[in-house]
């Protein structure tokens, strides 16, 4: 060919070759895209110690307590709660797959009173469905740091729970449960994760658990309590856990 046949023929090569590129890149981010947890916010709402209730839940003029937050929630929502103590919060309104509820802490927020509505507990899902509970520091709780029960894909992650009065983590009849790199240290009467009660596939991964009277990671299907008393299909792994069971127990208790 000549000269302008040749670079005509390169140009195509090179733009052939660019497509196949950017359909393989379209294909890897297909398969490493985040799940319908990270989806884009419908709303982003706020909280701080500074707000108020009666505000509208922006940037600018935030809501006062967790707990509203959590009467105000619905599907697709992201609650952002700025730095400070706070009371927890009872949530009984789910998301969807595509649309979850993101309950996100920035650095500094602790949960130091119970939920107003469950009284021992600090942040409670009763029937919560497609919820992410995410960055929350919950100590001192009369019994348990974060409780999750009768729900499915709820994702607890990078929290850390300390000196909880019987569990940092506790869920029961929860299915496809995420709990991931949180810290459960030194609950006082038993475990740092307790995941109980028939709850099929749970992943349980990098989390540290130290220092709790009984086990690190406790699962138990329970017959006594209902369902099919079997935990099916867990996954437990990459966790660091050490000096558990002053009272008596295990690092892993199946």
């Known amino acids: 060919p000549d000269s302008t046949d040749a670079a005509a023929w390169h140009e195509r090569c090179t733009s052939a070759r660019l497509m196949r590129i950017l359909i393989v890149l379209l294909a890897v981010s297909l398969l490493i895209a985040p799940g319908a947890a990270e989806a884009a916010p419908l709303r982003t709402l706020y909280v701080a110690t500074t707000g108020n209730d009666s505000a509208d839940g922006s940037s600018p003029t935030p809501w006062r307590t967790l707990q509203h937050a959590a009467n105000a929630a619905r599907a697709g929502d992201l609650i952002v709660v700025r730095p400070g103590r706070y009371a927890g919060f009872n949530l009984t309104t789910s998301g969807t797959a595509t649309n979850p509820i993101v309950f996100s802490a920035e650095p500094g927020v602790v949960v130091d009173t119970p939920n107003p509505v469950r009284t021992q507990d600090g942040i409670n899902l009763e029937g919560a469905s497609w919820i992410v509970i995410e960055g929350f520091t919950v100590t001192g709780m009369p019994r348990t740091g974060i409780r999750a029960v009768l729900n499915h894909h709820v994702t607890i992650r990078r929290n850390v729970g300390d000196a909880n009065g019987r569990w940092g983590i506790l869920t029961g009849f929860s299915d496809d449960l995420l709990i991931e790199d949180n810290v459960m240290s030194r609950s006082v009467a038993e475990h740092g994760i ?18 709790n009277a009984g086990n690190g990671i406790h699962m138990n299907g329970d017959l006594s309590q209902g369902g099919d008393g079997i935990i099916a299909g867990a996954v437990v792994e990459a966790n660091v856990i050490h000096g558990n069971g002053r009272t008596g127990g295990s690092g892993i208790n199946g």
């Not at 307790?194 to 220092?211: E, F």
Request: no cysteine; glycine share 12%; charged share 20%.
């Open 194 to 211: 307790y995941v109980s009660n028939s709850g099929d596939r749970p992943v349980i991964r990098r989390n540290h658990v130290w220092g």
